[in-house]
């Protein structure tokens, strides 16, 4: 069967590349949580994650000004919780309340861990230089967190239009790669 054209303006659908974040700021009192989907690993020593923000967020805001943010990562258990809060404004609600989240302090960050996120990844900004142009933030991951109980997550994966696709099965192939 021949292949049909896809249109551009959806293509970040097919290049999604890793799981729904929650990233968590932290400013003055005040914290926030966003859905965040659109990020990618750049280096692995230092770890260096990019992650695009969209410049209306009270999450942008708030990390231009502290530098900080967490990458809490959910499971397939609180995708209701990711949806709701991908779907509302910190500057409206206390997210943290309204989805019945547990902040908990991070180490080397203000911004608070998601105790219900079966992994968080504290960090710090450390590029801005594509931040005007592109709303691209080059975070730095200074201190990780992993609950050992959980062996396989079901990560979410957002498709676009409210449409998810759930990690599954793992495999495992021959690797050349240490």
Known sequence: MPKKTFPLSIVYRLLEPGPVVLLTTSHKGKTDIMAQSWHTMMEFEPPLVGCVIGGRSLSYEMLLKTKECVLNIPTLELAKQVVGIGNCSGRKVDKFKKFKLTAQPASQVSAPLIAECYANLECKVVDTRMVNKYGFFVLEVVQAWL????????TLH???????????DTIKLPSKMA
């Open 147 to 154: 609950d050992p109980a959980q062996k396989d997550p079901r």
């Open 158 to 168: 957002h498709r676009g239009m409210g449409r998810f696709m759930v990690a599954g």
